[in-house]
Nanobody, 119 residues
Framework: QVHLEESGGGLVQPGGSLNLSCAASNIFNPYYLGWYRQGPGTQRELVATTTNTGTTLYADSVKGRFTVSRDTRDNARHIVILQMTSLKPDDSAVYYC???????????WGQGTQVTVAT
């Protein structure tokens, strides 16, 4: 059974930085690994994703501030890291990790981790 374990998140001041990590286990080299977020009263939206061929995709609102990458040092787990800088209050949301096949015939969401940007 595929398992997603998210870590990171928390409270940070505007302009600050935060890293999120998501480890996918019991799955072979998943095509999509990435992050989405959902703020209060809003729909879940894409933040940043990676493919196992090295392609990345970012929401316009985070380009230049967020960086998504895969950590390939752990052979047993596939880890995607979201480095967030210059955080704004509008970045406050529950951030969800997602793993998916290329055609998205199968996908799995993480449990979510709260990010709050406030003074």
């Amino acid at each position: 059974q595929v398992h997603l374990e998210e870590s990171g998140g928390g409270l940070v001041q505007p302009g600050g930085s935060l890293n999120l990590s998501c480890a996918a286990s019991n799955i072979f080299n998943p095509y999509y690994l990435g992050w989405y977020r959902q703020g209060p009263g809003t729909q879940r939206e894409l933040v940043a994703t990676t493919t196992n061929t090295g392609t990345t995709l970012y929401a316009d609102s985070v380009k230049g501030r967020f960086t998504v990458s895969r950590d390939t040092r752990d052979n047993a787990r596939h880890i995607v890291i979201l480095q967030m800088t210059s955080l704004k209050p509008d970045d406050s949301a529950v951030y969800y990790c997602k793993v998916a096949f290329r055609d998205e015939s199968w996908y799995l969401w993480g449990q979510g981790t709260q990010v709050t940007v406030a003074t």
